[in-house]
């Protein structure tokens, strides 16, 4: 069992930047952030794996940096030039093993075994 905790989120003007944190309480191999808004599905956002492979979704990629600590078993996600839209609850996943890959790259769509509680970002105009 892996626990995460999410850290970091906050309140800020648009164009302004946020580094969310994750710390997990073992090694994990797959991880990623994900966000949701209320009524709306989990949506994928930035996924690494292993190697340090990275992926993003459309909506954050050149705006959004994910990366790992493997030595403290830590996530990040850097998140600059933030806009309105945004605002979500941020979530931590990770598994017990390397990404699934599509085409290529470490999915945004396949279900992680472990979850953080969250945390919320809020960007206001």
């Known amino acids: 069992q892996v626990q995460l905790v999410e850290s970091g989120g906050g309140s800020v003007q648009t164009g302004g930047s946020l580094r969310l944190s994750c710390a997990a309480s073992?090694?994990?191999?797959?991880m990623g952030w994900f966000r949701q808004t209320p009524g709306k599905e989990r949506e994928g956002i930035a996924t690494?794996?292993?190697?340090?492979?990275?992926n993003y979704a459309d909506s954050v990629n050149g705006r959004f940096t994910i990366s790992k600590n493997n030595a403290e078993n830590t996530l990040y996600l850097q998140m600059d030039n933030l806009e309105p839209e945004d605002t979500a609850m941020y979530y931590c996943?990770?598994?017990?093993?390397?990404?699934?890959?599509?085409?290529?790259?470490?999915?945004?769509?396949?279900?992680?075994?472990?979850w953080g509680q969250g945390t919320q970002v809020t960007v206001s105009s």
């Open positions: 690494i794996d292993t190697d340090g492979s990275t």
């Open positions: 073992g090694y994990t191999y797959c």
């Open positions: 996943a990770a598994d017990k093993w390397a990404c699934t890959l599509i085409n290529g790259r470490p999915s945004l769509v396949i279900p992680f075994t472990y």
